[in-house]
């Protein structure tokens, strides 16, 4: 199956620093990549959908100015948590969709952010 | 609305016992998708099935079945002769064609454990 690459798989921070995710789709094209964010026991919660080419759209209660994503190319969504706090602290997952919108969604390995 | 409920939240057996993992969703969408993820400690999702909503036929991949009842809105997942590492956290998962953004709606999780 196809491949979704998650880069870093952890990373610890300082509280008020910044820190990227990376979302590649390696062997397929991706226009739609779908961020979700897990906190411990409990079912991942959409964040927002990354629209290659356009804006993010956000659900309902996720903060754009603190959770920055860019869809710069059809192959790599970035996710940016801007002046992280311990709250923050969570599994964030991505997801890519074939650019044939057959329904196939892939899942990238988890990148595990803890703030200090 | 569209939602997922998987009202087991923990479940405990002993290896070789087969275990069912239920799964009820709700939607106003005719046309949809309904996903099984398997969730190691690791993090990772592993997907192991989707299903079309106009296909209702049940499916059988090795130890795993699942039953997808449309009357009732269920798509329950079976494990059959449990062993040890099917122990892990399983998300039910719903995405709506309609809709066209392809994001995935999960269930709160049912975790395993399949004891020795």
Not at chain 1, 32 to 58: C, I
Not at chain 2, 51 to 58: P, T, W
Not at chain 2, 60 to 89: E, L, P
Request: charged residues 20%; glycine residues 6%.
């Amino acid at each position: 199956g196809a491949v979704v690459s998650q880069h870093p798989s952890w990373v610890i921070c300082k509280s008020g620093t910044s820190v990227k995710i990376e979302c590649r789709s390696l062997d397929f094209q991706a226009t739609t990549m779908f961020w979700y964010r897990q906190f411990p026991k409990q079912s991942l919660m959409l964040m927002a959908t990354s629209n290659e080419g356009s804006k993010a759209t956000y659900e309902q209660g996720v903060e754009k100015d603190k959770f920055l994503i860019n869809h710069a190319s059809l192959t790599l969504s970035t996710l940016t948590v801007t002046s992280a706090h311990p709250e923050d602290s969570s599994f964030y997952i991505c997801s890519a969709r074939l650019i044939s919108n057959t329904g196939e969604l892939f899942f990238g390995e988890g990148s595990r952010l803890t703030v200090l | 609305a569209q939602k997922v409920t998987q009202a087991q939240t923990e479940i405990s057996v002993v290896e070789k016992e087969d275990v069912t993992l239920d799964c009820v969703y709700e939607t106003r969408d005719t046309t949809y998708y309904l996903f099984w993820y398997k969730q190691p400690p690791s993090g990772e999702l592993v997907f192991l099935i989707r299903r079309n909503s106009f296909d209702e036929q049940n499916e059988i991949s090795g130890r795993y079945s699942w039953n997808f009842q449309k009357s009732t809105s269920s798509f329950n997942f079976t494990i059959t002769a449990s062993q040890v590492v099917d122990s892990a956290v399983y998300f039910c998962a719903l995405s709506e064609v309609s809709s066209n953004t392809g994001k995935l709606i999960f269930g709160q999780g049912t975790t395993l454990q399949v004891k020795p």
